[in-house]
């Protein structure tokens, strides 16, 4: 998945407008304009497309820790330069503030069943044995399950074709 999908699959999700989305990226403490949301948010066929940058696409996701959390005392975490799907993973289960039960019932929403020690394998350091890197079906079905989860009226599969 792209950083621009999931960003527009995490604006669907919460039902954020593009103040909103300033907003967050303002909560970890980076200046965007309308145009460069609106950019990220387009289809890839549009003339107006604009990749989002890994490290913008981080500072988002801290930005909506902050944002759903609240911030932590002192200095605020440097985005990363390299976002993997695990990274991803783990910063949307701490802005969603989930354990393991719940994301595993938010994947069972949308008809993925995995175990806890499949689960648990996402969340560990690279250089772990058990270490799992999480492919886009992972990543692709937990965003559909918290659309299933947070908005009930339309199908995800309707949305993102």
């Known amino acids: 998945m792209t950083n621009n999908d999931c960003l527009r699959r995490i604006r669907y999700i919460l ?8 907003d ?5 403490n980076q200046t965007v304009t309308r145009e460069e ?9 549009d003339a107006d497309y604009m990749a989002c940058r890994d490290t913008m696409f981080a500072t988002f996701l ?3 820790i902050n944002d759903r959390r609240g ?3 002192g200095a605020q975490p440097e985005p990363e330069k ?8 783990v910063k949307l289960k701490i802005a969603f503030n989930l354990q393991a039960d719940d994301i595993l019932s938010i994947l069972a929403l949308a008809d993925l069943k995995i175990s806890k020690h499949e689960l648990s394998a996402f969340f560990r350091r690279p250089d772990h044995k ?8 992972i990543l692709r079905n937990f965003l559909k399950g918290l ?3 947070y908005r009930h009226d339309i199908e995800p599969d309707e949305l993102f074709q």
């Open 130 to 137: 058990h270490f799992r890197t999480c492919k886009d079906q």
């Open 147 to 149: 659309q299933l989860q």
């Open 15 to 22: 039902d954020l407008n593009d103040s909103k989305m300033i």
């Open 82 to 89: 390299r976002l993997s799907n695990n990274i991803i993973f």
């Open 37 to 45: 949301v609106s950019a990220w948010l387009k289809k890839d066929d």
């Open 71 to 73: 911030k932590k005392d």
């Open 24 to 28: 967050v990226f303002a909560q970890a």
């Open 62 to 64: 801290n930005g909506l």
